[in-house]
């Protein structure tokens, strides 16, 4: 998989990249990400990606010209699955999102800044529209990483075990089983005794019942899908 990610800040967006799971996808090359930064495309000599809204109102507008150049000269050199602007008013990202993209062969993401892009931007170029929540972040960056995280820990061959990915939280609209591990007991604090039972069938039906009561207790609405 490849991943092009399209900045205006892309010192925000690179650590994530470069320590544990994700780092270890890129060095296997499971997967390449890609930084461009937005003001390389820009014609003026102040490196301009923004200006003022048409009508009046306050804030930037980031404009289409440097958007355009820097995604057609992405595309004139493969062809993209889809094309991402990350935004507040977008889908909010769930798991089923980052499992569908982890298929993905090529994809770019764009991270929007000040008030948001011009609407032809979305109109023209944008495939997908992604909120990591409903509160506004001050740029697109740190929802891009998180959703580049989600994903890339989803490519065949990044995580260790690789059922692991498939016990996680969500992944059958269910949050994920109370975990325990060594030691048995600490400061009077049990484990419980069925994890010792050695019986499989029984613990696995317990964990089962386990991400039922957690899901209905703190996510009814996932149990209601
Ligand atoms: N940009 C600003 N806020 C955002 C959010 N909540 N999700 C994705 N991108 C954003």
Redesign the pocket.
Same mark, same amino acid.
């Given at each position: 998989m490849r991943i092009d990610i399209i900045t205006v800040l892309p010192e925000l967006l690179k650590s994530p990249f470069e320590a544990s799971i994700l780092k270890r996808a890129i060095e296997a090359d499971l997967v390449s990400v890609h930084f461009h930064n937005l003001r390389d495309y820009t014609s003026d000599r102040y490196k301009s990606v923004d200006d003022t809204q048409f009508g009046g109102g306050a804030g930037m507008v980031m404009m289409i010209e440097p958007i355009d150049k820097c995604i057609s000269k992405l595309q004139s050199e493969r062809s993209y699955d889809e094309i991402i602007y990350?935004?507040?008013d &977008?889908e909010t #990202?769930k798991q089923g999102i980052a499992n569908q993209l982890s298929l993905k062969e090529n994809i770019i993401i764009l991270? =929007?800044h000040y008030k948001g892009v011009d609407q032809r931007v979305r109109d023209k170029f944008i495939t997908k529209e /992604? $909120? /990591? &929540?409903?509160?506004? #972040? $001050? &740029? =697109?960056e #740190? =929802?891009?990483a998180v959703l580049c995280d989600a994903v890339i820990r989803l490519i065949p061959g990044v995580l260790g075990n690789e059922t692991s990915a498939l016990t996680d939280s969500f992944q059958d609209n269910l949050l994920a089983p109370p975990i325990y591990t060594k030691p048995r007991e600490y400061k009077g604090l049990k484990v419980p005794e069925v994890l010792f039972s050695g019986n499989f069938p029984k613990i696995e039906k317990w964990r089962e019942e386990q991400a039922y009561l957690r899901t209905k207790e703190r996510r009814p609405d996932l149990l209601e899908d």
């Open positions: 990350m935004t507040p &977008g #990202l991270c =929007g /992604i $909120s /990591i &929540g409903d509160y506004v #972040l $001050s &740029g =697109g #740190l =929802g891009a």
